[in-house]
């Protein structure tokens, strides 16, 4: 298992949607099991990526957890 964390400047649900779209079926091909406003947990293949985002102090963190997709969950955080 996989346990990253980044900071960007992006708000909250900018993040999730990116998320989202990277993530699931048109992307790496996972399936969105459950989405909230500031997390997304999608599963699939054995595996499963989980993004919550959150604001602290003007910026935003970004933790990713991933089992299965961990080159995947470094290339989404390049990205933000």
Do not use: W
Request: aromatic share 8%.
């Amino acid at each position: 298992m996989l346990s990253l964390r980044k900071e960007t400047k992006k708000e909250p649900q900018k993040v999730i949607d990116m998320a989202r779209e990277y993530f699931g079926k048109e992307g790496v091909g996972l399936e969105v099991k459950n989405l909230g406003k500031n997390c997304l947990l999608s599963e699939g293949g054995g595996g499963y990526v989980q993004v919550t985002a959150c604001k602290d102090n003007g910026t935003t963190q970004v933790d990713v957890e991933a089992r299965e997709y961990d080159f995947h969950a470094k290339r989404f955080l390049e990205k933000i």
